[in-house]
């Protein structure tokens, strides 16, 4: 970690353009040219390390990241500075914007290319529940993605979950694991198209910056109960596509999900949502940038 802004200050980029996509250290490269950032978050590891490294990471990991960041948050906010202009993937990451770096930014949601299949592969462990209804986690097992406490708001119901991820938190999570709850991963982009496909609906309780899974549930028809925060409330409608919880608590994820069942969802509307999000509304807005960067912008190198 600490050689990574000396990697990307030795980089220099000759052009009169450059498109920066970031959520660490690419906003640190030098141009010749003007430079705009794409923006996925501040470094998570600099400005939220509590929520970033969770409860599994070791006191060495903890003192050495807490030694490394007033250098490296100097360094970053430098290169944040070197930018001619910032763009936030959701209303979230505007604000951290502002906070880590005092500039202003604004949003341009990221595209979410979805394309559903007409013949999945099923996944094995999980097709006996498709008669009966599940609903679907997908995300990386880390902690602020908050995972444990939606498995702990299916505990005891007679509902089923699905959770699919990788990440440090996954051994403590099977450890406790109901028989209600499967934890499947490294599954094809077909076997996730099959999830989603049978699922009741999606289930997801992070602090995320964008919030893409309620968009590819969207996608074939399915609702969401969300976390009140963050990336979904730029990706979600309420009582349209998803109903929200206010605190990433058990108790609430269960209420949502039983207000979520008492509700006639209009698939229709719910597909027509994804369209706001496509390849080409997203590609017409980075071309709009580019133009605009290159027909004001001069010659330099960036510090």
């Not at 529940?129 to 939606?150: F, H, M, P, Q």
């Not at 099959?194 to 602090?207: E, F, G, Q, T």
């Not at 996608?219 to 109903?243: H, M, N, Q, S």
């Amino acid at each position: 970690m600490p050689l990574l802004p000396l990697a990307a200050s030795s980089i220099l980029i000759d052009a009169d353009v450059v498109l920066v996509s970031s959520s660490g250290w690419a906003h640190g490269f030098r141009t010749t040219g003007s430079k705009a950032v794409y923006c996925y978050s501040p470094a998570r590891w600099l400005y939220q390390p509590e929520s970033y490294l969770g409860d599994a990471a070791g006191w060495k990991k903890r003192v050495a990241l807490a030694a490394m960041t007033p250098a490296l948050k100097a360094w970053d906010r430098r290169a944040a500075r070197s930018c001619d202009a910032y763009f936030a993937i959701s209303n979230a990451v505007v604000d951290r914007i502002t906070a880590a770096y005092d500039r202003s930014s604004t949003v341009l949601p990221a595209p979410a290319t979805i394309e559903t299949e007409e013949t999945p592969e099923p996944v094995a462990s999980v097709e006996p529940w498709v008669t009966e209804g599940y609903y679907l986690c997908i995300s990386r097992l880390l902690a602020y993605k908050n995972v444990d406490k939606i498995i702990e708001a299916f505990r005891g119901t007679d509902r089923r979950l699905v959770v699919v991820g990788r990440g440090p938190e996954a051994d403590n999570l099977r450890r406790t694991l109901p028989d209600n709850v499967r934890m499947v991963s490294d599954l094809s982009d077909s076997q996730i198209a099959w999830l989603y496909r049978n699922c009741a609906a999606v289930v997801a309780a992070s602090y995320e910056d964008y919030g893409l899974t309620p968009i590819e549930g969207a996608a074939y028809g399915k609702p969401a109960a969300l976390l009140r925060w963050g990336g979904f409330l730029d990706t979600a409608i309420e009582d349209v596509t998803a109903v929200y919880f206010d605190e990433p608590e058990p108790a609430q994820i269960r209420a949502a999900v039983t207000r979520l069942e008492t509700i006639r969802w209009d698939r229709r509307r719910i597909v027509e949502h994804v369209l706001r999000f496509s390849d080409e509304h997203f590609a017409a807005q980075l071309y709009d940038i580019v133009d605009n960067l290159a027909s004001t912008g001069t010659r330099k190198v960036s510090p």
